[in-house]
T-cell receptor, first 119, second 109 residues
Framework: DVKVTQSSRYLVKRTGEKVFLECVQDMDHENMFWYRQDPGLGLRLIYFSYDVKMKEKGDIPEGYSVSREKKERFSLILESASTNQTSMYLC??????????????????FGPGTRLTVL | KNEVEQSPQNLTAQEGEFITINCSYSVGISALHWLQQHPGGGIVSLFMLSSGKKKHGRLIATINIQEKHSSLHITASHPRDSAVYICAVSQGGSEKLVFGKGTKLTVNP
């Protein structure tokens, strides 16, 4: 079974702190994603990475950066946390579509989520 | 207008009832996904489909490509089905999913 893990389930930080959210997957997936989920807004893509050291902005990248130094690990960084970044953060991974063994149609496997509160 | 619309937003049912959640989309897609999110946050993939119908246990998903519409049905609903159900679409060649806002289902005993 694919396993996607996130470093923390709950995190409380103060405004202005630098925050690191870590995501690790154990299935050698090339694609990894960071989302935030807010009531009434659903899941929104922050950043995704399609390979080591490769990244692309999603729909709401402002205030965030990412790091992908190893294939299995994708980190989300809040350079200076603000209260409007209080949210549920979800990581996901996937093999690119069409890759043998990756499954068709882009199935994504999600981590358990990190509920971040910025005070 | 959102590219993926779900209805209803909230749904309360009694145990045993037949449940339908709807999803409409306005873009061309390569596949449609139904996801389930239990309280606590974790999301699991229930179905991926690009045509026709799929069934897994008490869950059935259908899609009508011409009408750009999909439905998720739950037969003989149970309190453990209480969760948020999310519809998402993937567009050919794109790495991204476009998500609906979710339907919160509560099944009372």
């Amino acid at each position: 079974d694919v396993k996607v893990t996130q470093s923390s389930r709950y995190l409380v930080k103060r405004t202005g702190e630098k925050v690191f959210l870590e995501c690790v997957q154990d299935m050698d997936h090339e694609n990894m994603f960071w989302y935030r989920q807010d009531p009434g807004l659903g899941l929104r893509l922050i950043y995704f990475s399609y390979d080591v050291k490769m990244k692309e902005k999603g729909d709401i990248p402002e205030g965030y950066s990412v790091s992908r130094e190893k294939k299995e690990r994708f980190s989300l960084i809040l350079e200076s946390a603000s209260t409007n970044q209080t949210s549920m953060y979800l990581c996901a991974s996937r093999m690119p579509p069409g890759v043998v063994g990756g499954g068709s149609y882009n199935e994504q496997f999600f981590g358990p989520g990190t509920r971040l509160t910025v005070l | 207008k959102n590219e993926v619309e779900q209805s209803p937003q909230n749904l309360t049912a009694q145990e045993g009832e037949f449940i339908t959640i709807n999803c409409s989309y306005s873009v061309g897609i390569s596949a449609l996904h139904w996801l389930q999110q239990h309280p606590g946050g974790g999301i699991v993939s229930l179905f991926m489909l690009s045509s026709g119908k799929k069934k897994h246990g008490r869950l059935i998903a259908t899609i009508n490509i011409q009408e750009k519409h999909s439905s998720l049905h739950i037969t003989a609903s149970h309190p453990r089905d209480s969760a948020v159900y999310i519809c998402a679409v993937s567009q050919g060649g794109s790495e991204k999913l476009v998500f609906g806002k979710g339907t919160k289902l509560t099944v009372n005993p």
